[in-house]
């Protein structure tokens, strides 16, 4: 296999072209032509993240987050891409198109939720950004329930310590949920209009939490990593169909970047 033989694959399975504007999802470091044996897995690429990868002997890392974003000035050993190119290990990022794309990080989000919490076969969209191009998903609960409960749930599912919510003043038991992993609290509208009676995602600003009290919506901020983690079992699901040969690692390193809390 080479890089060019894995960016296929992905490019397969969710176009890169569907990306956002802003976006860089792609080949952002690394040959083509580069023969790949092993893949490190992780959502993010950090300057650990690379010497986890040289360590472990891989090729190629895949990530969620593009590991550049802004147009590089400089390149010094700060900053991650400078050790890809020590290592010589090639970066593969699928972000925004993997969000969208059907069978997609919001899709392989679902039906992990569904594990715990019983939803019914048929999944809506939740914003759709134009022909093809669907952000989010909702779908109905097998046994309506109410919001802390749902909470713990979610707390238990997606391993999230610092989960945050709140609770309509006027809600009752939820029969609908909608969900966009990542950082979707501007989709609380687009949650209404889907008929839901919640939305679950991450990284919710004060500007999310006051519009939610003022639309008298339930909220739940489960965290961006949480929510966004599962992308690496979504890697693996794509990669070990298209390519069983590869060695594929998930990453030890990728951990939620918060070092201590207060407790």
């Given at each position: ?188 509208r687009e949650a209404i209009h889907a008929g839901a ?67």
């Amino acid at each position: 296999m080479t890089i060019q033989d894995i960016y296929d694959i992905l490019n397969a399975y969710a176009p890169f072209s569907l990306q956002e504007s802003y976006d860089k999802s792609g080949l952002l470091v690394g040959y083509p032509k580069q023969q790949v044996k092993t893949v490190l897995l992780t959502l993010d690429i950090t300057t650990s993240v690379v010497i986890e990868a040289a360590n472990k002997n891989a090729d190629l890392i895949l990530a969620h987050h593009p590991v550049i974003w802004e147009p590089l000035k400089s390149v010094s050993p700060g900053h991650p891409v400078w050790h890809l190119i020590r290592y010589q290990i090639g970066a593969i990022c699928s972000h925004t198109c993997l969000d969208i794309a059907e069978g997609g990080l919001n899709d392989y989000f679902g039906n992990l939720l569904n594990r715990n919490i019983p939803m019914l076969p048929e999944r809506l969209p939740l914003a759709t950004l134009s022909p093809g191009r669907v952000l989010g998903r909702a779908a109905n609960l097998v046994q309506p329930t109410d919001a802390y409960s749902l909470a713990q749930m979610l707390r238990s599912t997606l391993n999230c310590s610092n989960l945050r919510y709140y609770q309509g003043k006027n809600a009752g038991l939820i029969r609908r949920i909608a969900w966009c992993t990542g950082s979707g609290g501007d989709l609380i509208r687009e949650a209404i209009h889907a008929g839901a009676d919640a939305l679950i995602t991450g990284d919710c600003k004060h500007s999310v939490w006051a519009e939610t009290h003022n639309l008298d919506f339930t909220l739940f901020d489960c965290g961006h990593f949480e929510t966004e983690i599962p992308v690496v079992g979504l890697f693996r699901k794509i990669l070990q169909e298209a390519a069983p040969e590869l060695i594929l690692l998930d990453s030890e390193k990728g951990t939620v970047p918060i070092f201590q809390t207060l407790l």
